[in-house]
């Protein structure tokens, strides 16, 4: 019902900067959260940034004052622009949002876009 497309990932180089995108299309009336994961190869996924639908916003402490998440409500789309890129942000990054379902809410993920950055 829910499908989130993502974009914007490639290869940079080393202090290099880059922007996500997240669409999200299909029977959407509003959506909670907006989270961005990643997981590099031999790790588990961890939670990059999250926004609520308030803008309230939340980042892992290894990217705080280089990523910064932002939305669209009206196009229902998260952002992460992300800077000062280093090889240790290499990862496929995943977007991720909650949709509200009767009394409860539904997690949605995007396939996952590749982020690589060259020292």
């Known amino acids: 019902q829910v499908q989130l497309v993502e974009s914007g990932g490639g290869l940079v180089q080393a202090g290099g900067s880059l922007r996500l995108s997240c669409a999200a299309s299909?029977?959407?009336?509003?959506?909670?959260?907006m989270n961005w994961y990643r997981q590099a190869p031999g790790k588990q996924r961890e939670l990059v940034a999250a926004i609520t639908s308030g803008g309230s916003t939340n980042y892992a402490d290894s990217v705080k004052g280089r990523f910064t998440i932002s939305r669209d409500n009206a196009k229902n789309t998260v952002y992460l622009q992300m800077n000062s890129l280093n090889p240790e942000d290499t990862a496929v990054y995943y977007c991720y949002a909650r949709v509200p379902y009767g009394g409860s809410s539904v997690g949605y993920w995007g396939q996952g876009t590749q982020v690589t950055v060259s020292s």
């Open positions: 299909g029977s959407i009336r509003s959506i909670n959260a």
